[in-house]
């Protein structure tokens, strides 16, 4: 998942510069994108450095949503 956070920050900032997204938008998804690392990290912790099948499935949904909402 960690790789797709990475992936997702640099479209992020790819299309904030190119201006096909604005600045304060931008700002906005990768707070979102933080968020939602701060939340994979959090559940890893707790499960003694592993995610559940569930809540792999969760997080992959959200970053997907979150996918959707920058290039569209």
């Given amino acids: 998942m ?3 956070n990475q ?7 790819h299309e904030a510069a190119t ?5 304060r938008r931008a700002e906005r998804l990768l707070a979102k994108e933080r968020r939602l690392a ?7 912790r707790r499960n003694g450095g592993y995610l559940t099948a569930a809540q792999q499935r969760r ?14």
């Fill in 59 to 72: 997080l992959n949904h959200q970053e997907t949503r979150l996918g959707h909402k920058i290039r569209g």
């Fill in 38 to 44: 701060m939340t994979e990290h959090r559940m890893a």
């Fill in 2 to 4: 960690l790789d797709r």
């Fill in 19 to 23: 201006g096909r997204i604005s600045h």
């Fill in 7 to 13: 992936q997702q920050r640099a479209v992020i900032r």
